[in-house]
């Protein structure tokens, strides 16, 4: 039984260095995570990436959302990846806008309808992989899509990719702030930084008459940062733009430069940037 247990943790302690190796060409790894679903998590991810390379970074976008994979919708590349793309020098990622390297589940189904049933090892094998197997190359970010909610996935990756950061992504409403404050507290008990907390669908702007409307409350957030001394990266108001342009798979940061959302992320950018690189 000894020999047992230590043949296994020197197993783990050669694919820890096989991860690490594999990763440290990219300089910074942020895994993007929220409590609970239907806050906007994916879309934040994606616009984040797409914001950042924008910016001049080099990006990847990793979607482990094995059983929902949204990214190749959002980014307009829900196609297979050709078979020429796997060889024995690993798996060849998606090239999506702004040149981002991009992989998710989606790309490995025959179709958007097929269903993945798997349990937690087996998603845990997949996104090994997609870490370990998928040629990434230089990097300066690399933004993780989780799934919601503080299961099988977001767990996996925290332990996987060493040296990561967790943006915490949440709304104003209460039900949501109090998932997401699992979440924060499940990074922190992983022994993993949390960069920030953005708060997504913050308000809406009547285009008629210019008023203002908290359809999920007000600074829930910000009390949130607070309440666990964490960064307050910004809040992403309501554009209703936003769903158009993912569902047709356009980059909406791109095409609406100018909105206040585009605005807030960019903000958000400089934040990083300055969090990261000073």
């Known amino acids: 039984m000894e020999n047992l247990k230590e043949e296994q943790k020197k197993r783990i302690e050669e694919e820890d260095r096989q991860i690490a190796k594999k990763l440290e060409t990219i300089k910074h790894k942020i895994v993007i995570m929220s409590g609970k679903g239907g806050v906007g998590k994916t879309s934040v991810a994606v616009n984040l990436a797409l914001s950042l390379a924008l910016n001049g970074f080099r990006v990847g976008l990793l979607d482990v959302d094995i ?24 798996i060849s990622p998606i090239f999506g806008p702004l040149n981002m390297k991009i992989m998710s589940m989606g790309f490995l189904l025959q179709n958007e309808d097929v269903p993945v049933i798997w349990r937690g090892p087996l998603k845990m094998g997949a996104i090994k992989q ?101 960064p307050f990266l910004g809040a992403i108001p309501i554009d209703p733009l936003i769903r158009v342009e993912e569902d047709k798979g356009e980059p909406y940061i791109v095409k609406h430069s100018d909105a206040e959302a585009a605005k807030a992320f960019n903000d958000i950018v400089q934040k990083i940037k300055k969090k990261l690189m000073t």
């Open 130 to 230: 997609f870490i370990t197997d998928v040629n990434w190359g230089e990097l300066d970010f690399l933004i993780v899509d989780n799934p919601p909610g503080t299961s099988d996935e977001p767990l996996s990756v925290l332990q996987l990719i060493k040296g990561a950061q967790v943006i915490i992504v949440t709304t104003p409403q209460d039900v949501a702030l109090l998932d997401s404050r699992k979440a924060i507290n499940m990074a922190k008990q992983l022994n993993t930084p949390v960069l920030g907390i953005i708060e997504n669908m913050s308000g809406f702007t009547c285009p008629k008459c210019g008023e203002k409307i908290d359809l999920f409350g007000e600074g829930g957030g910000l009390k949130a940062a607070k309440d666990f001394d964490v």
């Open 67 to 90: 059983t929902g994979p949204n990214v190749p919708k959002m980014i307009g590349k829900n196609i297979a990846l050709p078979p020429s793309s796997g060889t024995e020098k690993g």
